[in-house]
């Protein structure tokens, strides 16, 4: 199947490189494409020298804004499965295969790369890992669906699931809200294991104080994400597409 990686990026001018061509050289057969998130380092000279496929974003959307803009890219060009793949190096692509294995056969609509499975490799820090353990169990509380790795940005969609992230995405720390929009709207969900490596350079946005408020303004958002639902049908579906 036509497959997009999709790398959000911002200020990983010290990781890009590696990035895209490990994910050229071990996965040569699926196309990618870098989101330039208004960095301001030299992340946007790189990808311009190099040649590589990117598109440059003229004001910071965060995470949330990136991938969806990602996955407006992949329904414009005919993508028939996406995968989010993080610019800091930590998402091995020689797993990109068992992520998008799921979602090619038709088991499942989006299928994530999850850490903690067989708890190999790097396991981020404890405080990390008992955050994304609330919204785990947070998130099969509002919807029912028991994900470990809730946070994980290593995920592969389907061409419906790819249209329906196009107008429907969270816009900031998406990845939990976008599990739970998923299962209520009645795409099957599930992960595989992977081993995630630790950042190749650079420092992580989301510090031990952003970490905290992260948690609060995630399990809000969850929460009336969650009291304000209402499903899509099918022809509202189809109409904002």
């Known amino acids: ?16 490189v590696r990035v895209v061509e490990r994910l050229k050289k071990v996965c040569p057969e699926v196309d990618y494409l870098v989101i330039n998130d208004c ?27 990136g991938v969806q803009s990602g996955y407006l890219y992949a329904v ?14 930590q998402h091995d692509p020689a797993f990109l295969r068992q992520v998008i294995s799921p979602v090619e056969n038709g088991t499942l ?28 169990w947070l998130n099969y509380l509002l919807c029912g669906k028991r994900v470990k790795d809730t946070t994980s940005g290593f995920r592969a969609c389907n061409k419906e699931l790819t249209a329906f992230y196009a107008h429907h995405y969270a816009q900031d720390y998406p990845e939990p809200e976008a599990i739970i929009s998923a299962v209520l709207n009645g795409y099957a969900v ?30 809000l958002s969850l929460i009336v994400y969650r009291i304000g639902f209402k499903k899509r049908s099918n022809k509202q579906h189809k109409e904002a597409n």
């Open 39 to 65: 960095s301001t380092d030299k992340s946007r000279d790189i990808l311009f020298k190099n040649g590589y496929n990117y598109i440059d974003l003229p004001i910071n959307l965060g995470i949330g804004g």
């Open 1 to 16: 199947m036509k497959t997009l990686v999709m790398i959000p990026c911002y200020n990983e001018e010290e990781n890009i």
């Open 109 to 136: 609509d989006m299928c994530i790369g999850s850490r903690f499975i067989t708890k190999e490799g790097f396991q981020t820090s404890f405080m990390r890992r008992f955050g994304i353990g609330i919204l785990s």
């Open 76 to 89: 414009n060009h005919g993508y028939d499965i996406t995968v989010q793949m993080d610019g800091d190096g």
């Open 190 to 219: 599930g992960e595989v294991p992977v081993i995630m490596e630790e950042r190749l350079a650079g420092v992580s946005s989301i510090s031990t104080f952003k970490s905290a408020y992260f948690m609060v303004k995630v399990t």
